[in-house]
Each structure stands twice: as structure tokens, then as C-alpha cells.
């Protein structure tokens, strides 16, 4: 993967270089045939070149993951796409009480190797139906994970990495993440790569060239905010934070967050998310983290969620962008915590 | 998927195919039977915790449909109301007692219960409408592999209600899947009866798919697997959907006391138990039957309730 090269560019060549190397990988979902190639062009391509194994489907998003979720258990390495990760809800019952369910209820004597794509998120002005990161209603389910891809790690990587694991994924993608180039390394930071067994879907860990004054543990689409908010505060403010960039959601990348803790003193730590804050991923992660120094005997310190508000994503563009998180708003929350 | 560690003894029924002689769907049947009413019995003992849906009046269309079947590779996607589909298919019935009683032996290790069972080729799920749409996944897989397998989705009238049984009927007849749907409209969701949930008929909804659909009573071995073999085999041979409907009653509850049907109208539906029917065409040998049935339910009552695995 070259440094110019795009987070949609990363995942269409991930995709395709999946469908290349296992014939157990079948695509499908609305629109996703050529010359069309999706309503995002992830699965551009794919279908000229792959023939009977890329397939289009009615609008049927329940049915989309019901028949891939059969295709799993019959040995196939099914990934489904949800054109808007909006009309998740549609495939919900499929997720958690069928796909989710059948490993641990059929008494793993079945797995389901199942990804579901599906774009988030907003600031392209689709309105309050087609704008939303409804990924958050997702975490915590037994036998689901949740993992978005981000440009600091190698998408495409990422999406073969949820294709080869044995059950099923939720991956997010963020519709205005796809033009972000995907990038290794940022300037003043030293880059940790966080993987290991217990949590397949690696942790990218900025840590910054002075001691950290706090942490910023965001995902997908919020990461370029995060990274913005952390070069102000730098410039502006002289406080240098961490950043934590997860790509598994759930479950909760737990050694991962006690890696980051190590025996340092409290220092704040603020979660960013697109979604309203309220029962969602910051949450969980901050609990976590403060279960983890509780039970180190760490001190605890500032803790602060950023999301949207809690309300539905207006069309109009000023209503939208004062609705979702800013950078500002990252810079503001972490300045309460001083 | 290999064997998991439920019990493998002799409790079990012999399963039939479309050439069995009539007193053995005769014993697999009334197998079923016995051992739903086990079921039924053994939680109004207060011996099992927990649910159970019996198909106590429809156990002939269990047989037919499955003898009709080729089990070799052929695969089967139940619902909620699936024993007399998983005894047919398998005829593995201590492993399905021992996981309804919750024991590590059972054919789930007892993590899935009466609704939640894998076997082979044979799969269940108690969410109804959703099992219709991995069925067609299913048949999907089969397909796109060329085994030449038919897949048999078993749902009821009540699950016309759901969406996603639309959505599946639509792209198996789309994409041309060998699937059967395997509906048995015995009259009653629950406590609501047909006719206040279902507009229209059950042969129109699959004819507007293009999915050639044939009724049967349900109540007669013969002319259920007579069907059940033509709707099979077209379905192997034209590789596309078709459809059968038994029209059996459900005689027993829903769960297990939970029946508001008209005292009198169950009794005449008991009157005409397609069981008793089919027990007077098996002829001489329906009593041994009955005795060996009799004999099999004490035998998986005792093991279910002792400690180890019913040996």
C-alpha cells in the first residue's frame, strides 16, 4: 500500500484481493455489480473480473444477511454489503439472533465466517436517515465483533483479516474516511502497533515525542478530528496527547487499553465518537479504563465523551456540521479536563 | 461438521425413506408422537425446565416430507416446532431429550434446547421468518457448488406474517435455488387462528413468486409422500423453488397448557388424528409397534433422568 493511496482504494483492493485468493469469498448486496460498483465503489471491479460470485440482490437487507449467513454455515466466506449503515436495523434480527447466535448455540459444532460492510456516518448532508453511526447499537453482543478500519492503519488488510476470521464481523466503514489517504506513520509521533491474540483487529498508538499530558481514544472516521484537535491543542496550547486508534469495537480491546495505562499516572483521558456519547462506545472504553487502573491501584483522572448531540442528523449542512462533532469540540473537552 | 459429544446409544427411531413399507413411517411416526407426549408429560412433572413446542397431529408431513428426501446430502432448515423435523431426519431421539433436558450429552450440549439443534445437515432456529432466509443461503451454497442438493425450509402458516419469508421466496425463485418450502398450515399461531393473521391463501402467495406449490391434507402418509417426492424431485431436477402445504391440524398446545382453542373443536380434530389413520393401514403390526414405542420412551425417560449419559 503506497501513501497515496485512499482508504476506498485500500478496501476495493482488499476485497479483491480476497476474492483472488479464497473461492470460499462471495460478495453481495444492492447495486454492487459493474459498472455500477456500489454506491460507494468498494466492490468496484469485482464483478467483471470475478463472474457468478459477486451478486446483486433485491433491496433486501434482511435477506442480504440471512442468505449469507447460510452460505457461512455451509463453508462459504460470505461478505454482505448495507448499501447505508442506516438500514442496519432491517438485517438486526439476522445479526444477533441468527449469525451471532448459531456458533455458541449449535454448541460450536458450526461457525459462521460472516462480514458485514456497512458505511457510516455523516457530513455529506443525506439527512437524518442516511447520515447516522448506528454501530454503537452493535457492541456487546456475544459472538459479534465490530471492527472500522482507519487511514492510519491498512484498510484493506483489515477487511481480509475479518474475512479469514471464523465468525461473524460487523466491519463500519465512514463514508467521508474513504477519500482519506491511508498513511503509516505521523509526523511527531512514535507509531506502536498493538495486536495479539485476544484482540485480532489491531490498536494504532500515537505517542507523542514529550510526555503525554492526556489520551484521545477515538475509531474510523474520527480519527483525522482527533488528530487535528491533538496538532492544536500542541500548537496552541502546549499540552501533547496520546492517541489511542482502535479498529476492533467490540468486543472491548481490553489489553490493548491496559497496554496504554502501563503503571503511568493518571493523565485524562477523552473518548471521541460520531455518535451521541450516551450509551456508546466511549462508555464502554471508559469504563473499562477505570476499571483497570482500579484494580491496578492507579489513580483515576479526567474523563470526558465526545459525540454529536443527541439528536436526529439534520440535512442542512450548517445544522449537520453544529450537530456532529468538530475538532473544536475535541480541543474544548480536553481543556476541561485541565 | 463432525459428531459433537452428545450421546450415541440405541435410543433412537429408525428413520424412513421413500421406499420404506408403510409400518415403518407408521413407527417413526407415532415415535414422534411418543415422544412429544413425554415431553409434555415430563414438564407437567415439574421434570424439565425450560419450553417445548410439539407437533402432536402433524407428524405425518415430519415423515413424509423427510422420507421424500435424499439425507446423503440433502439439507434441512427447521423452526421452532421442529422435533417431529429433527426425529425424521436423524431419528436421534435420546440426544434430543437429553438436550431439552439440559444435559451435556444432548445433541447441543444443551446450549440450545428445543428449538436450537445442528445435526449433520439439519439445522433450527426458534426466530420465526429468519430461518427462511438462511435456508435459501443454504440452498444457495448447494448450488454454487453443484452437489445437487435440495434444501427443505420447514415454516408455518403463522410465519407468513414476517417480511423476510417474502424476501427469501423472492430470491430463491430469482436466483433459481433448489429449495422446498415445507409449509404446514395446521391453522393456529399461537392462539390466533389463521384466519385472523392471514389474508389472502398461502398457494397465491407462493404462485406470486412463480413458486409451483401442491396442497395436501397432511393426514393421509401416502398422498403427503406422493408430493412430497414430485415436489422434491422437480425441485433437484428444474433447480428452483417449489412449495408443498399440509393442511394437518396442530392437536396439542402451542407450549404446554396453552391451548384456547374450542374444547369441542379439538375433540373432533382428535377424532380424526391422521395417526389412529395411519396406525389401522399399518395393519398387524401397529401393536408391537406400539409396544416397542412404549418400551423406547420409558428407556429415554429413565436415562434422561439419570446422572450419566443414557447408556
Known sequence: MTSEASVLASLNAGLRAALADDARVIVLGEDVLDPYGGAFKVTRGLSEKFPGRVLATPISEAAIVAVATGLALRGFRPVAEIMFGDFLFLAGDQIVNHAAKYRAMFNDQVRVPLVIRAPMGGRRGYGPTHSQSLEKHFLGVPGLWVAAPHPLTDPGALLRQAIALDDPVLFVENKIGYGEPVRREVPGYATIRLADAAVPFPTVWLKPQAPADGLLVCYGGMTPFALEAARHLREREQLHLGLLVVSQLSPVPVAHLAAVLGDAAAFPIVTVEEAPAEGGWGAEIIATIAQLRDARGLESASYRRVGAKTAPIPSARALEEAMLPQARDIVAAVLECF | ?311
Not at chain 2, 413425554?38 to 425450560?50: K, P, Y
Not at chain 2, 438462511?134 to 407468513?160: M, P, S, Y
Not at chain 2, 433448489?178 to 399461537?190: D, S
Open chain 2, 1 to 311: 461438521m463432525s459428531d459433537g459429544p452428545y450421546a450415541a446409544n440405541d435410543l433412537r427411531l429408525a428413520v424412513t425413506d421413500r421406499a420404506s413399507p408403510l409400518a415403518d413411517h407408521y413407527r417413526l411416526a407415532a415415535g414422534i408422537r411418543g415422544f412429544e407426549q413425554l415431553l409434555l408429560d415430563a414438564f407437567a412433572q415439574g421434570r424439565v425446565a425450560g419450553t417445548t413446542h410439539t407437533c402432536m397431529g402433524q407428524e405425518i408431513a415430519a415423515v413424509a416430507i423427510t422420507a421424500a428426501l435424499d439425507r446423503a446430502r440433502d439439507c434441512v432448515f427447521s423452526n421452532h416446532r421442529g422435533h417431529g423435523h429433527f426425529l425424521a431426519y436423524c431419528g436421534e431421539a435420546f440426544a434430543l431429550l437429553a438436550e431439552i433436558f439440559g444435559r451435556p450429552d444432548g445433541v447441543c450440549g444443551g446450549r440450545g434446547g428445543s428449538q436450537h439443534l445442528h445435526r449433520r445437515n439439519f439445522y433450527s432456529n426458534g426466530v420465526l421468518g429468519g430461518t427462511v432466509g438462511n435456508a435459501v443461503g443454504i440452498a444457495l451454497a448447494e448450488k454454487q457448488r453443484a452437489t445437487g442438493a435440495v434444501t427443505c425450509a420447514w415454516l408455518g402458516d403463522g410465519a407468513f406474517g414476517e417480511g423476510l419469508v417474502y424476501e427469501a421466496m423472492n430470491i430463491a425463485a430469482l436466483w433459481k435455488l433448489p429449495i422446498l418450502f415445507a409449509i404446514e398450515a395446521n391453522g393456529i399461531a399461537q392462539t390466533t387462528p389463521t384466519d385472523m393473521q392471514l389474508a389472502g391463501t398461502l398457494s397465491a402467495r407462493c404462485a406470486a413468486f412463480d413458486i409451483p406449490v401442491e396442497e395436501v391434507s397432511g393426514a393421509d402418509l401416502a398422498e403427503t409422500l406422493g408430493a412430497a417426492v414430485r415436489a422434491v424431485d422437480a425441485t433437484r431436477a428444474e433447480q428452483r423453488p417449489h412449495a408443498v402445504i399440509s393442511r394437518a391440524l396442530r392437536l396439542g398446545p402451542h407450549s404446554k397448557g396453552d391451548d384456547t382453542r374450542d374444547p369441542a373443536m379439538l375433540r373432533a380434530a382428535w377424532g380424526h388424528d391422521p395417526l389412529t389413520a395411519l396406525r389401522r393401514e399399518a395393519g398387524g403390526a401397529a401393536d408391537a409397534i406400539d409396544r416397542e414405542i412404549a418400551d423406547l420412551v420409558r428407556a429415554m425417560l429413565a436415562a434422561a433422568l439419570a446422572g450419566s449419559a443414557g447408556a
